[in-house]
């Protein structure tokens, strides 16, 4: 078979390398793809932007493609699984009003409430002196949050009150996260929704599930590290690294998640009438105590996660997508993992998040993979040499028995590869190291 995978980051080149392990999979596209699906072996990047919906459709019935695999949230949320599901082609991602899970907040946050799922006590506004004035009434810390997709910068964790008013007039000002998607806001004259959140306190957990919109089944867990700095300091990023699994969710908090989060999500979708199939992410906050609460649902692979996720899979990864795409989920046997452990460490521009370089020279890709590492490409291209062309530009990932041995594979595998101006945190994966 024939797979076509939309996005050019490192979510798509993992998916894409994990594709081509299966003997099923005879050739992978990749629109438009990046340095690093262009030089593997079976995969093809083809030119076409992610959002070229008409584009797509053409070249997947041109080329017989058996199925599409959506990475990026922005195509789902302006509807190419609808798009192309209209031209008979086979999509792995939720249609465009079940994406809204991850494209408005707000109505994330209303799905949650009926659902019964736990989450951040929070309040939505269209107005910012109105929500100023609730900031004010709450007190600081608290969080910021911008409704619509915000590529990773519409979350504001404000330590005080005055950061969370700035935060509040940026987001007004900037127009960050107006709906791209049209979804019903509070006040539709209002192009801007903010949400804003109490601040909780634990440890980040992710967890991704596949589902066929009536049965679940949930990935390992991971752990994302957001901020920029070691030690979870300065801005957040797209994410720094990763690893899974979590030891954080331990099996009776993962069994808790599967109860009360994902069946419950998936449950109210139905009683909305809401046919999802694809990947539904829940982000999670888990506090000292082992409360569970919901942060974020996603519509789509994480990333840096699936680079750490994925690595682990043995069951073949087209099956369980073709079951998810053919509402047959429920007949396929348990997913089956390797033992182990995978860290994944992010290598970045430098001056990421904020303004970056472009076009410097990466080398010792070649050396670091020597070592039994897989460097997945997220921010390149190849200009007659490799070279970065993105914030995020490397996920260096290794396998180890646990994770400590997985992390110092994977920096092992780090150290050799050079860019100018490149940076990484130094700490992934310490959190679960007793």
Request: aromatic share 6%; net charge negative; hydrophobic share 40%.
């Amino acid at each position: 078979m024939k797979i076509l995978v939309v996005g050019n980051g490192g979510r798509e080149h993992a998916l894409a390398w994990k594709l081509l392990q299966s003997p099923q999979v005879e050739q992978v596209f990749v629109a438009p793809g990046n340095g690093g699906t262009a030089i593997m072996e079976k995969c093809q990047n083809v030119p076409l932007a992610v959002d070229d919906f008409a584009g797509i459709g053409s070249f997947a019935q041109k080329n017989n493609i058996s199925l599409v695999v959506v990475g990026p949230e922005v195509p789902l949320a302006l509807g190419i699984t609808d798009a192309l599901q209209s031209q008979n082609i086979p999509v792995f991602g939720p249609s465009k009003v079940g994406a809204q899970i991850e494209a408005s907040k707000a109505w994330a946050k209303a799905l949650m409430e009926e659902a019964g799922i736990p989450t951040a006590k929070s309040a939505t506004f269209t107005d910012a002196e109105t929500a100023k004035a609730y900031v004010t009434q709450q007190g600081a810390p608290i969080v910021v949050k911008a409704d619509g997709l915000a590529a990773g910068k519409g979350v504001i964790v404000a330590q005080t009150l005055e950061e969370a008013q700035t935060a509040i007039t940026t987001i007004f000002k900037e127009g960050i996260g107006k709906s791209i998607t049209q979804s019903p806001v509070p006040n539709p004259q209002s192009p801007v929704t903010v949400v804003i959140e109490e601040c909780l306190i634990g440890e980040e957990a992710s967890v991704l599930a596949l589902t066929d919109g009536v049965t679940i089944r949930p990935l390992i867990p991971a752990q994302d590290h957001k901020r920029i700095g070691e030690g979870d300091t300065g801005p957040n990023t797209g994410g720094m690294g990763a690893y899974a699994p979590a030891p954080l969710v331990t099996p009776s908090l993962m069994e808790r998640i599967e109860r009360e989060v994902l069946e419950r999500a998936i449950a109210t979708l139905q009683k909305r009438q809401i046919d999802y199939r694809g990947v539904l992410y829940a982000g999670l906050m888990i506090s000292p105590q082992g409360e569970l609460k919901v942060l974020e649902f996603n519509c789509r692979f994480g990333d840096p996660e699936t680079q750490a996720v994925l690595p682990m899979l043995e069951t073949p990864l087209e099956e369980l997508m073709l079951a998810c795409v053919e509402q047959r989920l429920a007949e396929m046997p348990p997913i089956s993992w390797k033992s182990g452990a995978c860290v994944c460490v992010v290598m970045s521009s430098s001056g990421y998040p904020g303004d970056y370089p472009k076009g410097k020279e990466i080398t010792g890709i070649s050396s670091a993979e020597s070592t039994g590492a897989v460097v997945f490409h997220a921010g390149t291209k190849f200009d007659q040499t490799l070279v970065t062309d993105g914030g995020r530009v490397l996920g260096v990932t290794a396998i180890g028995d646990n994770i400590s041995s997985a992390k110092a594979l994977a920096y092992k595998a780090v150290d050799r590869i050079q860019f100018a101006g490149a940076y990484y945190r130094r700490d992934i994966s310490n959190k679960a190291i007793p």
